[in-house]
């Protein structure tokens, strides 16, 4: 029969084996979420670098076509005559909106609206529903019940 403190031992031995396994699992996890945590950082800076340059992009282009948009050189001709021509579209298209908005304005003014005053003595019978209240009319005409509610 083996000695009690040899089992003793045996246990701590495991345990401490157990132990050190855990604690290098947490190491290798925590290097594993910095690593992580880095790689965002870094993917995000990236992005904001790509965005400074796409901004810088554009801008190069807007100056370019504000100061040469009269007399471009080689295929910029056809990148400037598309954004001259998609400027005017653009201005007809708002003309046509504020036309449009200025005669619904207009429309709005001829309309009347009517209020009637709603006594608040209602019978109960007047404020049951009846099954005319949940029936739908159809696309084709004919009425389409509805669930009625139970009561």
Do not use: H, W
Not at 8 to 37: C, I, P, Q, S
Not at 49 to 65: N, P, V
Not at 125 to 151: H, L, N, Y
Request: glycine residues 6%; contains cysteine; proline residues 2%.
């Amino acid at each position: 029969m083996a000695d009690i403190n040899d089992i003793k031992g045996a246990f701590f031995n495991t345990l401490g084996t157990v132990a050190g396994k855990t604690r290098g699992f947490a190491e290798k996890a925590a290097d594993k979420a910095k690593d992580v945590a880095r790689i965002a950082k870094l993917n995000m800076e990236l992005n904001t670098e790509k965005d400074t340059i796409q901004k810088a992009y554009l801008e190069i282009g807007k100056l370019y076509y504000e100061t040469r948009k009269n007399s471009p050189d080689g295929f910029f001709v056809q990148l400037c005559d598309e954004i001259t021509l998609a400027n005017e579209n653009i201005g007809k298209i708002l003309a046509e909106l504020d036309e449009l908005k200025a005669g619904t304005d207009e429309k709005c003014n001829d309309i009347e609206v009517e209020f009637t005053e709603v006594s608040a003595d209602v019978s109960a019978e007047e404020r049951t529903a009846t099954e005319e209240d949940f029936v739908k009319e159809g696309s084709d005409g004919e009425d389409i019940p509805e669930s009625t509610p139970e009561a």
